[in-house]
């Protein structure tokens, strides 16, 4: 390992450091300051304007137990990262805000993650690499570019291992100080660090020492502290509400999630690749590894139901990735020409997902047509519900300030899987009497239209469903057409 | 010693001219190529004129972008300088498909040592009835893939002698995920040979996992930076190449033992199999378990529809056309050691005879029919026509073989073909397609050629085919369709537009 740090005289400690931080903040910068993005005045994504409404709602009223917006009214669950992000709303501007909170938390967590590992005694080479494989992956980057809370539960576990293996008395309160938080952020996150804790607190005595400083004892009493919290916190939520509703309609693909090369904001397919290739080379020392496998193997089955959980399943495939990395890096090759090859065909393919995945964020952002026409929407129409597709939900109630027929956010929603049935009933129906009773059922009074659904997001012809009955002009009003936004109020 | 080399080497000649001959003979017997081969003509073409592949292409489904490695068509291209594109379209692919003959040679022997081995397995090799049939007329860049991909498994193979083939093996990592995307398998291959390998603790030197592991990433890579745009499109339905749903049972059908056994040859396929199961369950050599790990990859790409039957059926036939060879050895030299062995000779004529019954007439029977499936002079007739008399940005709708037809002769735009990835929503275009052309309705069937701005009709007997009926509701002569022409093959113009009341 000490020759490959001494590949050149400038590969120091410091100057590892260094590059990743200068990575990171590059990385994290890039989509804000370069290319579409730039002049856009939107934010990236859809769930970031979720995130902007509470934290505004937060600073306007000081705290918000009840969504009045969300699907005309649902429970909201409290949620520290609306508070940080209306602190820094608070101190900054929007535009500002929305692009140093994040930068902040990832700039933080790296550090944060560097100290840890180097607590955990691992190789500087292989901490450089798996750091550097961390960073330059899609997930990190989706969680620390856009207003991400994962991103704030990911800082707290960091920091509250970090407190869990220092060695002074107050270090361990300071851990569960930590870790506490994360129970509000939501279920997953909360079971992604009790089962750390747990395995963490499982480790065997003959495991080697300096892999493991110490205290399996305090990582116990902490999970068993998360899980006191999360039982005070979660019963009364579930005696009052009840278990959320199980999604039926949002079709999820594991391969999708897990892969950014097919359109998800997961990993880079080789560094998936390497991180296979690491954990079987791993296999030859799988009684030091283990803890490290069963942490894995649950994180591979919660991602499975979540991708929410995407950035800590990206710190478990760098590691592996990084293995994988300096083994082939180390090992001694028969044919000189194909080492240097491969690692740069490697690091071509690992570079080349980032680029893609950078250049991809432009997409996520809403189209200036659509931010005009929900501005739009918002100075010229009376308080009223929008029907839309169910991912537009976050926009018209972020930008036009209006209430969706449906948004993302389906925990404690009335009906959801009711409700996006009759919206399907309304978008594909012909028959006008049916669709002007779903209407009026659910109160709508205006229907917003942008060219994704037109274009297989709803319907993939001309004249489908609505589109055939928005020539009733009696039932409905075209009030806004540009760009190929479109605007129907409902006539009552 | 000096003689017994010219012998081989004139054998071997000879065969390979035999192979050539028999596939030229039979490409030059029709006029036209076949259906599929015209895409690729057209790209050549393109690229001798242009030095470039036609990425953004306006004439197929009225225009859109393709994606596809170009290797195959820039050394067409390059013959195109100074050939006619006739020419190269048959004689090109012909002799790259009959140098297989010649890889497989050197394979079988570096494996069994024995000229005769070698050169029985590659005479199988030259003669599997549905890599020659589907080949010989239709400009397929399998007939560059398959020579490559068998050599680079040939330099595999000495890559623990000569350094020489080490360097060629890498040049040819990068040269394969060029030709073709089923490119793929010779990655998922090399995988399932290393993990046999380790499994059965088979010795592998350095040097060999090195070179496995270096084109797996290359190719990866390669074909990452190809198809970047139609992973994201697609997601996982990439592997299908966006095929429509409708025809993906027909694309990816289900293996039928007795009808692949016809395909491949019941020489290789049986034998074959027979030396897979001997060497893997007895003698374990590193050669045989090479061609194992592809024989199981392809087989499981088939079993899991994720390639096209016939390119799996090509595969696989190679791949058993070189296993024979050591079943070939193998069963002399137990004859040696029997009371029949002076009778060997009988025994060899017993093999050639199977072979010329089951590997090379059914090649040529195969072939003929597989001839007929290229576009008559009526048709040609009828392009030619569309051409020279309606204007140039007029939608031609046509069946689904037609497609590129359309836009090779006629140099018209059309509203399908067989390229499917990157095309939006396709199975409603798939949808609206059919209905076309089988309603009997003359306003949806206006309303559906509105949509996809369709000028003129073109009915061939590939639409008859597809659609299995000539009573196409334009053939009724309804006041929006007026025959154009008539002559085999009929061309209705589409003239009504649909007008809904607001």
């Known amino acids: ?492 | 010693m000096k003689i017994a080399i010219k012998r081989e080497y004139l054998v071997l000649t000879l065969l390979f001219s035999v192979v050539l001959a028999s596939r030229l003979y039979l490409s030059f017997s029709v006029p036209y190529f076949n259906y599929d081969a015209y895409f690729n003509l057209r790209q050549v073409e393109y690229i001798a004129e242009h030095g470039k592949p036609l990425y953004e292409d306006p004439l197929s489904y009225s225009g859109r972008t393709l994606v596809f490695p170009p290797l195959f068509h820039y050394i067409l291209a390059l013959f195109n300088l100074f050939m006619p594109i006739t020419l190269v379209g048959r004689v090109v692919p012909n002799i790259f498909a009959s140098f297989l003959v010649v890889v497989i040679y050197l394979i079988a022997k570096e494996i069994t040592k024995s000229r005769a081995a070698a050169i029985f397995s590659s005479a199988i090799a030259g003669f599997i009835p549905i890599f020659f049939s589907k080949t010989a007329n239709s400009v397929s860049s399998s007939t560059l893939l398959f020579p490559i991909i068998f050599y680079a498994l040939y330099c595999l193979l000495k890559i623990n002698g000569d350094k020489k083939y080490t360097y060629h093996l890498i040049a040819l990592t990068f040269l394969i995920p060029l030709i073709e995307p089923t490119a793929i398998l010779f990655v998922l291959g090399l995988l399932i040979y290393l993990i046999l390998a380790g499994v059965e603790n088979l010795k592998q030197s350095r040097r060999e996992i090195e070179l496995i592991f270096f084109p797996a990433f290359v190719i990866l890579w390669i074909m990452f930076l190809i198809y970047k745009n139609a992973f994201l499109a697609h997601g996982v339905s990439f592997i299908w190449q966006n095929t429509p749903t409708e025809l993906l049972g027909s694309y990816f059908k289900n293996i039928h033992i007795l009808e692949s056994v016809y395909l491949i040859g019941s020489i290789p396929f049986v034998f074959g199999i027979y030396v897979v199961y001997y060497y893997i369950f007895r003698e374990k050599t590193r050669a045989t378990y090479i061609f194992f790990g592809f024989a199981l990859a392809t087989g499981m790409s088939l079993w899991l529809r994720l390639i096209h039957l016939d390119f799996g059926l090509m595969f696989l036939g190679i791949l058993l056309a070189v296993l024979f060879a050591q079943f070939y050895l193998s069963f002399f030299i137990y004859l040696e050691k029997t009371k029949v062995s002076r009778f060997h000779w009988l025994f060899l004529i017993l093999l050639v005879s199977l072979f010329i019954a089951t590997s090379v007439l059914p090649s040529f029977s195969y072939t003929l029919s597989e001839l007929k499936n290229s576009p008559g002079e009526d048709e040609i007739n009828a392009l030619l026509w569309l051409r020279d008399k309606t204007e140039a940005d007029s939608v031609i709708l046509a069946a689904l073989n037609d497609g590129h037809l359309i836009n090779y002769i006629a140099k018209r735009k059309n509203v399908f073909d067989t390229n499917f990835l990157l095309i939006r929503n396709i199975d409603q275009r798939f949808r609206d397609f059919n209905t076309i052309f089988t309603t009997q309705y003359q306003t949806d069937a206006v309303r559906l050629l509105n949509k996809y701005e369709v000028s003129y009709i073109y009915i061939s007997k590939n639409a008859r085919g597809e659609f299995g009926t000539d009573d196409f509701i334009y053939s009724k002569h309804g006041k929006c369709f007026d025959e154009a022409y008539d002559s085999g093959v009929f061309i209705y113009e589409a003239t009504c537009t649909l007008e809904e009341e607001g």
Do not use: C
């Open chain 1, 1 to 492: 390992m000490k020759d490959f740090i001494k590949y050149t005289k400038y590969a120091t400690e410091r100057n590892s450091f260094l590059v990743l931080i200068a990575v990171t903040a590059l990385l994290l910068l890039l989509p804000h300051f370069s290319g579409p993005l730039s002049s856009s005045p939107a934010l990236i994504g859809r769930e970031p304007y979720y995130h902007y409404r509470i934290a505004k709602s937060i600073m306007e009223e000081g705290g918000i137990s009840y969504d009045y917006i969300s699907y005309g009214g649902k429970p909201h669950l409290f949620n520290p990262y609306h508070y940080v992000l209306a602190g820094f709303f608070y101190f900054f501007t929007d535009r500002i805000a929305v692009w140093l909170l994040p930068f902040m938390l990832g700039i933080l967590s790296v550090i944060l993650f560097y100290k840890l590992l180097q607590m955990f005694k691992l190789p500087s080479a292989h901490r450089f690499f798996f750091l550097l494989i961390f960073v330059a992956s899609p997930s990190f980057i989706h969680t620390f570019v856009l207003l991400n809370s994962a991103s704030v539960a990911f800082l707290f576990s960091l920091l509250g291992f970090y407190f869990l293996l220092g060695k002074r008395k107050i270090s361990f309160a300071a851990s569960v100080m930590a870790f506490a938080p994360i129970v509000f952020f939501g279920l997953a996150y909360t079971l992604v660090t009790f089962l750390f804790l747990l395995v963490y607190s499982l480790i065997k005595e003959n495991t080697p020492k300096e892999f493991f400083l110490n205290p399996k004892k305090k990582a116990a009493t902490t999970a068993l502290i998360l899980f006191l919290i999360s039982l005070l916190y979660y019963s009364p939520i579930y005696l009052e509400y009840g278990f959320p509703e199980k999604i039926t309609f949002v079709e999820g693909n594991f391969f999708v999630s897990l892969l950014s090369d097919l359109g998800g904001n997961g990993f880079a397919l080789f560094a998936v690749l390497l991180a296979l290739s690491g954990l079987i080379l791993t296999w030859g020392n799988k009684y030091v590894f283990w803890p490290v496998y069963l942490g894995a193997l649950f994180l591979a089955i919660l991602f499975f139901y979540t991708d929410s959980v995407s950035i800590y399943v990206n710190a478990a495939q760098s590691f592996f990735a990084a293995h994988a990395l300096i083994i082939l890096t180390k090992r001694k090759w028969e044919i000189p020409l194909l080492k240097n090859l491969t690692i740069f065909i490697l690091l071509l393919g690992l570079s080349f997902s980032t680029v893609s995945y950078l250049d991809r964020m432009s997409d996520m952002a809403p189209e200036k047509n659509t931010a005009e026409g929900l501005k739009w929407l918002g100075k010229n129409s009376k308080p009223g519900i929008v029907l839309s597709h169910y991912s537009r939900g976050f926009w018209i109630e972020a930008m036009a300030n209006r209430t969706a027929f449906m948004d993302e956010s389906f925990i404690y929603a009335p009906d959801p899987n009711t409700r996006f049935e009759d919206s399907e009933k309304i978008f594909q129906g012909r028959n006008l009497d049916k669709t002007k009773y779903l209407l009026d059922k659910y109160s709508i009074d205006y229907i917003w239209i942008d060219e994704e659904m037109k274009n297989g997001l709803v319907w993939t012809k001309e004249q489908q469903g609505l589109l055939f009955l928005f020539r009733n002009n009696e039932t409905f009003n075209n009030i806004y057409n540009t760009g190929g936004v479109e605007i129907w109020q409902v006539k009552r």
